[in-house]
């Protein structure tokens, strides 16, 4: 008698590195807002990957589209040029709407790998500031600049860059030593800020417009603004990590301008993967065409600062990536995804706040990237070590709700953008209910 095959469960406990703390439910197809597991049972799912599945499980035209460029050209060395990774570089620029360029790669982390990587190639080699006095001493910019200022609560990924980027202890411990050259400052705090602009090492800001990791904070449009103008007045790089809140899940293809209301500031690069295209891996970098005198006395733009042999990628901007991410682009444009993130984000909104349990703290949220905080008191009537936000979303599996939690205490919501008022009417009643069974 042949071996039964091993269950899912079974697969990843003998096989699979433990680098996650899984849920215990096995996902077997998905279409839409919806998924359903081995068993058959349906989940409105309300995660989308953690904000990846922008057009829903399955669309069609996203299928079809990769399925075509699947039989056409799935791979080539970007020693090569294709004209879908160009046109797809185009369509990006045009999402920020000011002159720049595209590096493709394959996930956040690595997005924001090129642009640690670039801001120490402008420390290095672009002109330094002139001489400024501070706290009346003269104080001249090292020859080379590398320091990176970025926000506590942040997170920018787990490589090793993006774990000394983020500013979450968390995920240092049993990295030491970590890397050097990253402050961290207290979000949305002025004078933090321009107190660690003094520092002259410091060659660049990096922060996400709305922290997503920590459960949805957005930035202050007076953070923004000051931060562009400390860039600005310091000769710095300012940097936004768009990687969970952008492309469309705020309501607008960049999400710092859902917080401005404008276009009045512009970033010096974006970072960006997720949504970017529908669940096929890929992340991006926009860097923009920004003057800079070089040392060598030459003129260049910062989007060339990386020249040939400086970064690269083997899988980054392949024809099936961008054949996936153009019609992701399209499916957002066409079925006017923006509005709808935009109404279906305030409908969200409010629906969780007219929930009224006393055990929802606050509600934040920007589009379609929204949290609850749990009140602390939750805790209190957890066996130890149980986590409110865990607690939380597992009841909410069992009614058949995924959503992803966010710290000790907050639980995001993350639907498609294409998600409709009775998915979010069906979604708030789930979590009314598991929340007044918790009280």
């Known amino acids: 008698m042949e071996d039964q095959p091993l269950q899912t ?33 349906r989940y409105l799912d309300f995660g989308a990957g953690i904000a990846v599945t922008s057009v829903g499980h399955s669309h069609p035209r996203l299928a079809a589209a990769v399925f075509a460029q699947m039989q056409r050209l799935v791979h080539t060395s970007n020693l090569y040029q294709t004209r879908l990774q160009g046109q797809l570089a185009e369509r990006l620029v045009g999402c920020v709407g ?18 640690y990587k670039l801001a120490r190639k402008f420390g290095n080699e672009a002109l330094p500031p ?5 706290a009346g001493m003269l104080v001249e910019a090292p020859i080379s600049r590398h320091g990176m200022i970025t926000m506590e609560g942040s997170f920018h990924g787990r490589t090793l860059g993006g774990i000394a980027a983020t500013g979450q202890d ?20 002025l004078p933090a800020l321009l107190a660690a602009v003094q520092d002259p090492n410091t060659v660049a800001i990096l922060l996400e417009p709305i922290q997503g990791e920590i459960g949805i904070r957005p930035a202050t449009p007076e953070f923004l603004r000051h931060a562009r103008d400390l860039c600005d007045r310091h000769q710095l790089l300012l940097f936004f990590d768009e990687v969970q809140c952008g492309l469309g899940r705020t309501g607008d293809w960049c999400a710092w301008k859902s917080i401005l209301g404008t276009d009045e500031i512009l970033p010096d690069g974006v970072s ?3 949504g970017i295209a529908g669940g096929v891996p890929m992340g991006a970098v926009w860097i923009r065409n920004r003057p800079v005198q070089l040392k060598s ?19 980054g901007g392949t024809p099936l990536v961008c054949a996936a991410g153009l019609e992701v682009i399209r499916i957002i444009e066409d079925e006017g995804l923006l509005e709808n993130a935009q109404i279906q984000g305030a409908l969200a909104l409010d629906s969780l706040r007219r929930i009224g349990s006393p055990l929802i703290r606050e509600v934040r949220g920007v589009g379609l990237m929204l949290a609850f905080e749990l009140a602390g008191d939750l805790a209190t009537r957890l066996p130890e070590g149980r986590l409110p936000s865990i607690h939380v979303v597992e009841a909410l599996h069992a009614e058949g709700l995924l959503t992803v939690p966010s710290g000790p205490r907050a639980v995001r919501w993350l639907p498609p953008l294409n998600v409709t008022a009775s998915q979010i009417s069906e979604a708030t009643e789930i979590t009314a209910k598991v929340l007044a069974h918790c009280a």
């Open 272 to 274: 960006w993967a997720k």
């Open 297 to 315: 006395g030459k003129e260049t733009v910062l989007s060339d600062l990386l020249g040939p042999g400086s970064h690269g990628t083997t899988f």
């Open 9 to 41: 469960r079974e697969l990843f406990k003998e096989f699979v590195v433990p680098t996650y703390g899984r849920f215990d439910v096995q996902l077997e197809r998905g279409e839409g807002a919806h998924v359903w597991d081995e068993s058959g049972k």
């Open 98 to 115: 000011a002159p720049g360029k595209i590096f493709f790669c394959n996930s956040g982390a690595e997005a924001n790998e090129a642009l």
């Open 170 to 189: 968390k995920v240092k411990k049993g990295f030491e030593p970590i890397l050097p050259g990253f402050q961290h400052v207290p979000f949305n705090d």
């Open 130 to 134: 002139p001489p400024r006095h501070s």
